[in-house]
Structures are given as structure tokens and as C-alpha cells.
């Protein structure tokens, strides 16, 4: 039996969380060429309307220096590369969403670092030195890009101070000063900024009770609260690779809902909240990201996560990124949603896909989204993970969909084990590390959705869309009313092109 | 049984007659920008040498003009649109193959002529005045782009002089005159110029021998003969368009076939021999043009022309095209590779594949065409026409190609009455006659060759491709060597990446 | 002594009727590729809202045909090339000013046909089929653009009727039933276009009282009054090209005011008055469209001219134009803010300059305009045109402007007859008609406007700006803030770079 | 009096040792999308043939890495980014000139690092596993680039190796060691292979005969000598920044001399001597490098140059460099040809001027350099170095050049302290550190070269050509012959255009 879609006007609306927000590797990679030609697909196809990415205050951006000169020590705030960065982002349509960390070298007070690229992890040396940065940064880019225009970025502290390797001894008691010195510096360069924190990973939720309590009884400033989500085990790590167990969809959605819960606990009832990492594996370097099952996996929280949280920013774009090294293949298991050279992964699909449906939701159940634009055409996305073990590789999907008078075109867009799916057709060309323009070329050619078409005749007021999804398919279905202009066209008759005598 | 396919090395070449010319509608029209869109793609695509197309010489090109000054008639050359035309044609990466027509009015001696934009056909006035247009066309471009490049485009007298609509009265002697003094004309100024006729449509084909014994016994240069060659019978007109029948391209095949068989009887053996239009209607207004039957068609005449000929020259690269009047539909039946807007036809699509394969042909039959590239890599392809009657609408192909040891990557593109056809969706979607940008989107978007993929594995140095070409399918197939590179990734083991546990 | 320029404060604003609308050759150059590129710079630095040109019913725009079906005549209107049009146009950021006019020939009541490309001049044959298609028109573009969007273009009907050539006989009660049934059709459609006439040229001035009267007493829908204004004596030709004599500036500014005067006379006093084409010379063959002269002529009118009409058209904004056959030369004294090629003119500057002064106008003289933008910078425009017998061949200027404290670096960008002037260069390397590339590219870069570059130091809130006006000289002066950040740089002495050992 | 030109033809070219290489910030800038965009600038308006850097082998290239597996040590070749870096250089036509060092972390014997971002100097730990490592570079680029092309890119073995900072010890045993083990790989992997070094500063010349002495004496490899020259005394610093002493060109040609007379002297006449790095200042924070005295200074050394070597590298292409931190300011006095975002400083126009000249020289004298292209157009570069204390701040040049009959269009380009000068115009606005957009367009639009016309009269096969070089200036003057084509316009007469009566 065909499921039936209601005709709508209930007003429900499709969340715009899952597009709020989306991760970066750390801010100087944003230099690259790699990293800003990725950007422009993803923005151009999807539409991000912030980024999130460590690094903003470390030595390679390079905005803090002190010098010597005329026997004391100064500071020099150098922007020209924070400039580089955030005139290429906000030229492609997107904004940052300030993760303020990690440690400038010549500010921190120990030489803990983090990841490849050594991030300083310690607290500052100094408290008025680092007051006196957010400040300088915060200035800067009012300065320069506009005050209405600079306090619409949410701005976040630090990132994950529940865990050591990103916080020394992850000592709360210091974290909950840094923030509640950075929020009153950001609140004094304009009341109007969001800012906001603990930014924390799994594991340790009741810093979220903590960091609200604290920010209650001190008076300090909150206007969101932000934590992580990953649904993935232990690392189980091989040379450049790693393999994890993965809990299901709904395991990373309780999560996400843990932070209204506890905001609703401690009396911030409509504080935001923010998911500004998620992703199945949290690790850079495990193949489960370049593959169809994530995207079918992920698409049960992009169509759910709305319903908890005000965004859920995807961990991350592209596979420019650097925490574990240099990548040493093509698809090497990074986060990114295209690969390095702009190559789709499935995942990237499942975002352009959402990017294409309609703003109200007609239904929505475990494996399909109807959804209506503004101008009547519906859009469909239905989706079919198949874990390990499952018995049923593939699912039908019957839909009585609401429809106009007269036929409708429907265009189906396929992503699934064989098509679409880089990956795929990577490893059957031997997983070639360094592929060259040729096999590049081809990748490319192959990575596209497949496309089939129909015609659908709706009879009373209803239209039947049935198919069968297969093995961790992903599939947009995008339908079109059919305007038949075939009267304005006298003496049409396609059986007298030779080869077509037998149409009707 | 799979066919079993040589291992080649006897020196069998993919003739380039195919790719050497392509029509065009007239000239003036090359200063529009959605026909210098359309080019671009074809050039990047399938790349041309050679661009034919009417009106060189026709009043809207504007080169002749004559003038009252201080009491005597003067004539001005006005070359302002001509250099604009070959710029842009050259600087796309193709040559004019030159056709002197039609007849400035100030030059004409009579008011006849052709098409909707109204084409001069009567014989000059004053043939010195004619040799000195001639002359200083020829002249002003060895001047603006060189000597040795221009002298490579052919110089083709007049269009269908043997029809009556092209040539007043189709008057043999008055053609016969007009080339003479031409051919003399481009001679001097070069005597490198490659020059020919006489460009005659099917049906007096004694114009052939009739021309040739005219410069033999009259010592007229001639570098070349051309012809035309269409399939189709009468049209059947309804408004704004026509059906015909249409002939097997055997008979296409023949015509062009006569060229060399009239040279050789008039005791020109080596004289090259262009077609210079075909196509399987003659009519711009005839849909057969927009299918896929038209693609599978074209696939056995580009697969066998080059047996016969120099050059055949589809007619015509794109749908920007006014010979009888501005096109009243997206798709309306146009000669074009390329509808308006550069969507693509299946016919284009066949040519791409051409553009594809490799320089050597190891196999060839009605059916399928195998090629290496000078790589090594295969490229195969295959089309299946189905005519009105036939009982078999689908074809199973099976080919025994040689291997290397290893396994082989296969990428199948195809197009047919399902895939990669514009025409159909464009059908599907009610024939919109002026397509909004949206549906633009969605036909072009659904105008992509449909890809499969595969992975062969050759057994004994051969390796077997089979596939079932569905109703007037084209289908290209190259086949990739693999490298297998699974060794250098220490400890990989797909089946530990959740939801691929069963995978080998 | 300097003139003392104001302060402002007092909301004088540059009237933006000079950029409300631009001239262009018939509506099918539109499909040019020259055309649009020439439009896309245009856009880029100078930004008009509307642009006007005639020919959108004429038969090569192709929407108007008539055939016969079932023994019946039938029309088909045919909206592929306007939507090719309009797309481009729209795409480009600039709106059509609907002219509706000329004449299809299949509508036409008689042969009569105005300029090389034939524009049929003579009334409908039929009124109903004329409303049907003006009502086809209007609404298939409501269709395609959307309603919103559509009923903001002026819709003027005709063009000049009050000459023969261009309304056969000049027939005034014709030419007021055509307006008449015009004006109610494209209301029915929306009531909200604006719709307006009688679009003459000067000679015949009573027309625009005649036309009101007629409007006024048969309740016709007038929602603005149009003319035309040129400045130039009779044509004295030459082959391919004429000389003319040029009133002052004033004249044309006088023409301009006399449709407010006709309006008020008449009742109408709010009516808006768009002044839909002007120019000096009415000859597209004339040179001094050529000159720096003709720039610094056309200053005065820009000035000047937003305080007479609420709009005044340059015709037009590139040499794409046939009206007088195939241009025949680079230059060839076409009306052109840009040649063929986007070879800039000195008007072009000229307007460019004026996209780029303030929105306040603080100082206007005959020869200078002062302004300011919203963020405080200074633009000053001057001009100093040298007619034919002046004795002063410089001029100069001197300016007290109000300034900030500290600094100021001006930039100045000249255009006379030694810079940016591609015409003198041109007219140097021997005024070649046909340039090649090379030659192009020289002219090209010769002809951008010479930069110089000083820092003014203000005394007591007053910055003197001097310069002197070469002849036909159009000058932009700029002025920029200095904040003065030498401060920042500890150690700074340029005096020990090499080579600057005695700079300040 | 004029110097007389000679009208050549006795075979004097124009060495392109000037633009055979120019020098880069460590390879790893390559992945940045300022560094390609400056990088397509040059090669737009130059087009060098070979680029030069360090830190190929460096850590943030990445392709070194040794993991542990099943026990054992193992090496990963990983060549992710040298792919990138490689294809973006070819794909802009430009071709490495191999620079093999600094060492990977992991394969190094020591600590020690040179530069901000920490180039390992020490020798390899294991000089097996080096040449593994060189090996296996040069076969991954024949087998992604084609053994033919990549031999032709030369390979230098480490930098500087004489300087304690650059080479541990500065150790001359040590680095021969490197040398021989490094030459013999480098020629396994293809006996064509270019190898040669040993790339050391000034200071030690001694080490080319060395050097030679060894390679002779050894049987080492040897197929170009190199070496690097600055003419800058010790650096005297300030915040980031300092200031030299500069030497005169001829010192810095002295050095370049050097190599060929060691290279005789030790039995190697014929040997290749390339100086692969030169500059004024070899400090990336010295401001000389951002005026016109630099340009007015490379200009001797680039019209000599040639005299003596076999290319000469200029340091650097653009400012995308990090050797002492990053960047503080848009100009900070680096090496670069162009500043950040693709300023042009007055020595990149320098070379954009050499790279319009012709290849047969007429003429070179101390501060002229008169070429002829093979069109038969004359070129002409004038300079005029201003140093401290010289009192001629202007130079008059008298030319008498050899010409054709009839006119000649001159156009000069000039570069100085007022002309397309973007330092001065920096300055002026206060020495922004960080310029907004609008600064950018201001400074970039000040920054063109001017641009002066003339119209030369021969006389007699003559023609003189006189100007005055300001100070600092760098002047191209080139020279177009005038086809008059005043004749083909009948009736012309400029005096009857309005504001051209009294023109001749």
C-alpha cells in the first residue's frame, strides 16, 4: 500500500539547520587553492551560511607577534592573512562562525599543541594580552567589513576543553575563565555578538550543566550553547587509516537533543543551541566517510536534527585538511564532503539533494522526505541504509503523493553503491594514490548521480511515485507539472518520423 | 559467440574524413552569441578542422558595396563583419572551408533568391567586377591572417548550381563560366588555394562528369570535388514543419561513393572529393533530426564515409539556423548537433563518441567499431538502429577484445530513446516552445549520456564485453587498465568499514 | 581665486536621469555577440536601468506570423529570439523601455520601410490583430519574467511618427488610434505599466499638446510624455559617412524643457517626461560621436539635464548598428558609447566618470560638479569643451573644497585629445579600417584615461584643488582620506633605502 | 646629438637568460590560491620558462614519511601535494627547476632548521634511504609527466651549502658526499637528467673550483655550475623590516662572471653556469625591493646579464614567501615581482617590458637597449637610475633609428617615482597595512605604467626619437609603422567635424 501524503498546509517547515553551519580544516588552509575551488562547488550547489574551523589565533595565520623595540616588548596584530581568508569566504556567500583558539606560541603559557599542525593548547600567559587580541581581531573586522555585517557571526570559545589533547589537563576551572573573560571582551566590542560555548565533545555532558551554572551565577554573557556529536568507537588504527564500529543514526541524534536538555534544566529555556561538529567517525582518516552507506546514514539526521537543535554543522567540507598529516591518497577516509579536486563523495550528494527540496514538509518518516516549494512542485528524498547484517538489501518505496490536473515529469537522481560514488569506481580502478588527470577525468565522469526520468498520470487529485531503493541508496526525486503545448503545434504526428511509425 | 576482435598491428586507421568539416548556417549568423556558444562546445568536444556554411559573399556579411563619388561608381569592400566571423571562427580553433556565395544585390544581374533571409542566386552582372571581389576577399585575408594559413581553406565555387531555387535557371554553361573565372581568380592570387566544385545536390549527378571534362578541355584548375548527399524523399509539409520518409544510409553511402567513381572515369583518379552537406533530411524543419534514430542512423555513415570520400560534412552544427525563418520551438526539427541554448542532440552525443575513440580500428562490422588508442587503451563502439517494422527492438553485442594481463575498468556511456536524450524529455515535459530557465535546466540536466561502469576480468589475453544495446541506442565503451595499488595500503580491509562487512 | 564649494547639508542630490535609460541598435543585435559584450561593460562601469531601441515587432525579432491551417489563416507568435533577448538583457542587470514598433510585414497595411534593415512603417492592416499582439507580448513576457517584474518597464508606443519616414505620411490621427488602442490593451493586460508616447522628434513640437489634448478628452491612458532631442544642423554627406553643424548644449537642454512646459500647459503637471533618445548629431555616420569634443559637450547636457526630465537617453550605447548599412570603418562616426570590440569612446569615459561621483552635489557650475559620497569622499567632475574659434584652448580650475582633517590623495583620470583617446590613436596609425588584433590591442590600451596622482594638505577644514583643463578635456578627480598609519611601523626611515636618501 | 642605431642584421640576439628562471618561496606556497594567481599573472605578461624554490623535500610537501608495520620500519612515498603543486605549475607553462633539499624531518641526522617555517639543514641520517627517496621523486614525475618532459627539468643539489645556516657546519666533505650519492641517483633515473650545483652564495668562491676539482677528480656527474649574487651589505635591522647598503649593478655582474671563469679555469669550458637565485637585497623584508631605483637597477643587470651566464634567477616571483614570517603589510619589502594580490611593483613592469622587446638587438648602451622584433617593429628600453647624491635627476636620450618610409606610431609606457608606482601611491595613502577593498582597486588602478603617444616623421631612413627619463624611470618605447589609409576615405575632412575646424 502506497504511503499517503497529506496535501500540506499545516505549515510545517523544513528546518534550516542542517545548512546553518558546516566545518573546515583549520583557517589557514583557507589560502589554498584547493580548499577555495572546493568551497566555490559546495557553496554554488549547497549554500552554507557559516563555517566553523580551529585554528583562527594560530601561528600560521599569524596575527599575533611580539617584538622588542626601544627596550620593551610590543605587540604587532598582523591581519593579512585573517584579510586573505575572510575576503575569500564572505566572496563566496559565506560567513565564519568564530571559534575563537587555539594558543598564539608567543602567548601561551606551556608548549602542549594538538594535531600535526601543532596547535597550541595552554591556557594564556597573560589574561589582559588575550582580552587585548579577541578584542584586536573582533575590531579589525569591524572595522573592515562593517559592524552589521561582523556581530551576525556567532562567535564560540575554544574548542572540545573537555578532552586533554585539546586543553591543558582539561581543567574546567580555567576553560570557564577564558570564557568568561573572551565573552565580556566580545560583549564589550558590541553587545550585539553571539557568544557562546563550552564547544565540548561526548563524554563529559555535565560540563554543559556546569558551564551554564557558572554562567548564571557569574553574570557572564551566553547567547548559545555548543557541544559535538560522533557516533563512531575506539580507533582501530592502521598505517594512514583507521577502522571504528558506528552506533546508529539515532544515537548521534540523542545527542543532539542532550543540549536543550540541559539548557531547559538550568533555566535557558530558548538558548539556542548549536552542534558545531558532527559526523559519523570523528577520525580523519577512516573510509567510512567516502562511502554511500554515510550518506544514507546521514541522511536520517539532516531530515531529524532540526527537530532538536537550531544547527548540526557537517565535520567538514572538504578533504583539505591537515590534523593527521599530509593525506597520503585521494581518498584516504577524510571528513570533507568532496574529496581532494572537487570529487563528490556520496555524502556531498545527500547535501546537494536537501539543497534541492522544497521549504514546507508534507511527511517525513524513516526513510523519505516530501517536501513542496513555494511554487507548488514537490520534491521527494528517500533513502536506504543496509547495515552490517541486514537482510534486505533493498526497499520499496509507494508514495500517493497530492497532485495538479494533468501529468507530472518526475526526474530521478540516484546515488548508491554504483552510482555516483567515487569511491566506488576508485577502488575498482586499483585505488590509485595519486590518480593522474586522466584517471582524474574519469573518477569525475563517473561520480555524477544517475538520472532516470518518468512521466507519472495522476488520477484523482493523486500521483503514484514508486521504486525500489537499493543497497545505501540516495535518491532525489524532483517533480515537475507538465504544461502539454502539443495542441499548439498543428499537424503533429511523431509517427511519421521515420523510426518512430509505432509511438503514440 | 562473442565476436573475437584482432589484435590489430595491420596499420587499419580511423580515417579523420569524418571530423574534417561540419556545416553551418550563413555566415552572418557566426556574429551571434548563442551560435559562438554552440561552437565553442563542439570544438572543445569533438573539434572540427573545417566550418562550411552559405552567404560569404550576401549583403548582411556586408563586404560589397557600391558608391557615387565625383561622378563614377566606385565599390567599397567593407570587411568589418568578416574579420569579426574569422576572428571568432579561428579563434575557436576551426577554419572556413570557403564557399563564394551568394550574390551581393549590387553585383547581381537579377532580383531572384533563396531562403527566409533572401540568399541572391543569379550570376554577376559584371564578372570583372565579380573576380575583383573575389580577389580582394582572398587578398584581405592573406593579409590580416597570413599567407600559409589561409591559403589551407579550401575554396568551394557556388552551392547546388544544378537546382533551380540556388542557381537562376540552374544553368549549366552560366555555372561552368562563373567557375572558371573564379578558380582562375583564387589561382593568382595564390596558386597554393586548393579550389573546387561544383557542389551539386543528388539528382543530376551527370554534372559531375560534365564538370570535370569542362576543365580538362578547357585547362580550369580543379583541387577537388564536392557534392551533397541527403536520404530523405519529399517533403510533407504541416506548419512549421515537414516529415519525409527516409532512404538506409546504403543509399547515402552510394552518393557519396559517386564522387570518386565520376573522377576516376574523367581521369582525375587522385582528385579529392568532399562531401560538402549531408544529412539524413534536407528539410531544417524535419524533427527526425532531434532523435536518437538520427544519432544510430549518422553512427553507420561516420563509420564507413571515410571508405569513400575526403570529407562529409553534417549539415549542420548547430540550430541557429534561418533558412526558412527564425525557429519557432526549442526543438523544431533543425539540422543542429546542438539545439538553441547548446542543448545537446543524440546525434551530438554520436559525435562525441567519435571524437573518443582511438586512431586504429581493429574491428568493424554493421554494428560495432573497435579502436586503440595509440596507448593502448580500447575504445569500443556500438549503435543499433531500429527501424519502423522491425520486430528486433534490442541487440546483444558480445566481443572477444584483447587484454592485457589484469583487470579492465569499462565505462559505458549511452544514448538512446531513454538516456541522454533531450528531445524525449523535452516531449515528456509537453513540448514547451520557448522553455523558461528552469526547464532549460532540467533538459539539459537530463541530456547526459546515462554511464554504467564494470570491471572485466581477461582470461588468456582476452576479455569479454557483452551488453544488450537497447532501441536506437548508441553506446561508447573504453576500457581502462587497472594498476592495482591495494598492496601499498598496509592493513586494508574493507570489510571493517561499517556496512561493508560482507564485502570482499 | 578658488571657488568656495559648500559644505552641503542642504540635500541636493544628483538627479539619476541621466543612467535611467541608454540607446541601442534594433532589437535583434541583441542575439550579437559583440553586442552583449559590449553591453556586459557598459553594466559593469557605467550601470543604466533601462535601454531602448526600435524593432522589437519587426520580422527579425520573428514573433509576429501568420499561416494558413485547415483552410483557415492562423498566427503564431514566436517568442524564441525575444526570449534569447530578454534573457541576455535582464541577465546583464538592464531592463527593455518597450518601444512597440515597427511594423510586421505580415500585419502591415503597406510597404513602406524605413532604414537599411527595412523596418515597416506603415499601420496595422488590422487593429484586432494588433492588440493580439500586443497583449501576446506583454503577457507572455508576465509569463516568463513574472508579473512584479514585467509591469516596470515603460511601454512607449511608436517611434517619431511626426516624420514621414518613419510613420507613413506622418498621419497624426493615425498615429492617435494606434496609441489610443495601444495605451487600453496594454492596460487590460496590467493596469499598472505605464504607457506613453508620442515619441517625436523636434520639428513639429505641437504634437506634444495635440497628443495630451487627444489623451485628456478620450479618457486614453498617458502615464509619461516622450521625445526626442538632437542638436546637429542637416546632413552633408560624404560616401559612407556626412558632416554636420552642432547647436550648444543649450539648445538640447531647451528641447528638453519643453515637456514639462507642454505637460503643465495642458493639465498634466506631475506627467513624467523621458526624453527617449538624444545625442548631438542624429547621423550614425557622423565622427564627432567620435571625440573628445562630443564628451565634453554631452558633460554639460548630463549636468544639466535632470533638471528638465526625469530621464534623457543616450543614443546609443555601442556602434552595433545598421541603420545605415554595415558600418564600415572602426570608426565610422557611429552614435557608440563604445566602438565595435569595446574600443572605449571619450563619451563612454565621460559617463563612466559620472557612475562613479557621489549622490550629493555640493558645487555645480558650467564647468565643474562637486559631490559627495554617503561615506564623506569627495568626487569632482570638470569639463572644458573648446569650440570651433574659441581662444582659450585651457582652463583653468581651482576649487576650495571642504575637507577632513589630515591628508587627502587625489586621483585624477583625464580624457582629452592626447588621452584616452582611442580615436586620435587611431586617426595616428592611419585610420586603419579593418585593425588587426595588434593594431586593436594598441589602440585599446592607449585609450584607457591617463591617472596622475597628488596628496592635498588641507588648511582649516579646506582643501584648495587646482588643475588646468586641456582642450575638450573631461576630468575625475577623486579625493581619499589618508590615515596616516606610518606610526605603526617602529623604525620607519625611508632615507635608508637606497635611492632615497634624500626623500622626506 | 642623437646616437646613431645601426640597422642590424649582424645576428646580435637577445640572450633569454633574463627570463629563463625566476625563484618562489618554498613549493609548499604553490597549493595557495594568491601565490597561482600571481603566478598567472606572470606568466600572462612575462612567461618565464623554469621556477626555482625551496623545500621540495620539506615536511609541509609531505612526501616523506616512515611508519612502523608488522614490526618493521617502512617508508611511505606520498606525493599528494607535489601532484598539485606540479600540475599547477605546468598547467600555467611553467616547469620546475628542481631544487632537491631541505631534509624531511624523518630522514634527518640532526635538529637544526633555517626559516620561519624550519627547513631541516642537516645531512640524511642514511644515505640509502636518500637516494630512495630521490628516486622515487624523479620516477613518480616520468611516469605522471613522461620521461621526456621531465628530463628537461635541471636538478640542483641543495642551497646554499656554503652558509652555515643552510647547511649544517656549512661542512664542504659533507655536502660533496651529498653531491656524488645525489648526481649518480639522480643519472640511474635517466642519464639525460641536468645535475649540477653547488648553488652557494657569495663569500666563498673558492667553492666552484672545489667543487669542479671534485666532480673531475670523483667521476661525479656534473652538467651546470650555479650559484647565487646580492649586492646587499649587512642587514641593519628595524621591527620587521631593515635596511642595506646596495652595491652597484656592476658588482652583481661581477659575480655573475665568476662562474664561467671557474668553471674554464678548471677544465670546464663549456659548462652551463646558471645564477639561480639574484637580487638587490637578499632580505624578503628590505623595502628596496618595492620601488623604481630597483627596477632602474635590475634593468643594467637584465640588459647585461646574458653577457655572462646562462640564466638568472631573479628572487622572487611574488610575495607569497614566509623565510621570516609571515607578511606584516601589503608592501613589506619583499622579493616579489608582485605584491599580494597581484600588485605589480615597478620591477615586475621592468620585466614585462623585457619581455616586449624583439629578439634581434640593435643597440645596447648603459642605459638603452634598442631591439627589433621579426616583424621588422622596433622596441626600445631606456632607464635612469637615480642613486644618493647623484645630482642629473633627469636624463635627455637622443635616438636616430633606422626606419621605413612614412610615419611611425610611437607608444611609451612609463614606470617611475610617479608612474605605476604602486609603493609611492601606498605611501601617499598612508602606508595602509591592510588595505581594503576599495584601497586595493585605488592602489592597483594608480599602478599601471603611463602611457604617452607620438608620431614619429622619418626622414631620410631616419628617425629621431627623444625623451627625457625622471627619475628612477624605466621606459619602453614601441615603435608602429603607419599604413596611411587616409586615401581609401572619400571626402574625409576633419575640419568640418564641430571642435576640429582649425585640425590639419
Known amino acids: 500500500m502506497d504511503v499517503v501524503v497529506p496535501d500540506g498546509g499545516d505549515g510545517r517547515r523544513l528546518s534550516e539547520a542542517w545548512r546553518y553551519c558546516v566545518g573546515t580544516g583549520r583557517l589557514a588552509l583557507a589560502l589554498r587553492q584547493d580548499y577555495l575551488d572546493s568551497l566555490a562547488v559546495v557553496q554554488a550547489e549547497i549554500g552554507f551560511r557559516y563555517l566553523r574551523g580551529h585554528g583562527l589565533l594560530s601561528d600560521d595565520v599569524g596575527i ?26 564572505l566572496g563566496l556567500g559565506i560567513r565564519p562562525f568564530l571559534e575563537l583558539g587555539f594558543m598564539p606560541s608567543q602567548l601561551a603559557s606551556g608548549e602542549q599543541t594538538v594535531f600535526w599542525w601543532r596547535g597550541n593548547v595552554t591556557p594564556p600567559k597573560d589574561y589582559d594580552r588575550w582580552n587585548d587580541l579577541v578584542r584586536a581581531v573582533l575590531t579589525h573586522c569591524v572595522e573592515r567589513y562593517g559592524r552589521d555585517e561582523v556581530v551576525s557571526w556567532p562567535v564560540e570559545v575554544w574548542n572540545e576543553p573537555n578532552l586533554v589533547n585539546f586543553w591543558q589537563g582539561a581543567d574546567q576551572a580555567e576553560y570557564f575563565r577564558l570564557y568568561r573573560e573572551t565573552a565580556r571582551t566580545v560583549k564589550e566590542v558590541d553587545p550585539r555578538f553571539q557568544v557562546g560555548g563550552p564547544a565540548i565533545c561526548g563524554g563529559t555532558d555535565h560540563w554543559l550543566t556546569d558551564f551554564l551554572v557558572m554562567c548564571r551565577e557569574q553574570g557572564v554573557p551566553v547567547d548559545f550553547l555548543s557541544r559535538h556529536a560522533y557516533s563512531s568507537g575506539p580507533a582501530q588504527p592502521v598505517p594512514f587509516g583507521c577502522y571504528q564500529t558506528v552506533e546508529p543514526p539515532r544515537y548521534l541524534l540523542d545527542q543532539f537533543a542532550t543540549g536543550r536538555a540541559h539548557a531547559v534544566a538550568c533555566g535557558y529555556p530558548d538558548l539556542p543551541v548549536h552542534i558545531t561538529e558532527f559526523n559519523t567517525s570523528y577520525k580523519p582518516v577512516n573510509p567510512v566517510h567516502d562511502t554511500a552507506w554515510n550518506a544514507a546514514y546521514v541522511a536520517s539526521v539532516l531530515a531529524e536534527g532540526g527537530d532538536h537543535v537550531d544547527s548540526f554543522s557537517y565535520w567538514t567540507f572538504c578533504d583539505v585538511f591537515e590534523e593527521e598529516d599530509v593525506p597520503t591518497a585521494l581518498f584516504h577516509g577524510g571528513f570533507g564532503l568532496l574529496a581532494h579536486r572537487q570529487v563528490p563523495k556520496p555524502t556531498f550528494h545527500l ?11 508534507l511527511h517525513r518518516d524513516e526513510h523519505t522526505l516530501v517536501t513542496r516549494h513555494a511554487d507548488g512542485r514537490l520534491a521527494v528524498l528517500a533513502w536506504h541504509r543496509v547495515d ?42 586499483g585505488r590509485p594514490r595519486f590518480p593522474t588527470e586522466a584517471q582524474l577525468e574519469l573518477i569525475t565522469s563517473c561520480a555524477r548521480p544517475a538520472v532516470r526520468t518518468e512521466v507519472l498520470t495522476p488520477v484523482e487529485d493523486r500521483a503514484a511515485l514508486r521504486f525500489t531503493l537499493g543497497r545505501n541508496q540516495v535518491r532525489l526525486v524532483e517533480l515537475h507539472p507538465v504544461h502539454d503545448e502539443t495542441g499548439d503545434y498543428p499537424g503533429l504526428d511523431d509517427t511519421r518520423i521515420p523510426g518512430y511509425g509505432d509511438r503514440s
Chains 1, 2, 3, 4 share one sequence.
Do not use: C
Open 64 to 89: 599575533y607577534r611580539e617584538y622588542e623595540w626601544q627596550g620593551s616588548t610590543r605587540v604587532l596584530y598582523n591581519f593579512t592573512y585573517l584579510d586573505q581568508i575572510l575576503d575569500s569566504l
Open 388 to 429: 552490517d547484517g541486514a537482510t534486505e538489501t533493498t526497499r520499496e518505496v509507494g508514495l500517493s503523493l497530492p497532485a495538479p490536473t494533468g501529468p507530472l515529469f518526475a526526474k530521478h537522481s540516484l546515488v548508491d553503491e554504483e552510482h555516483g560514488n567515487a569511491w566506488q569506481v576508485w577502488r575498482s580502478l
Open 351 to 361: 547535501y546537494r539533494f536537501f539543497a534541492r527540496l522544497g521549504a514546507e514538509v
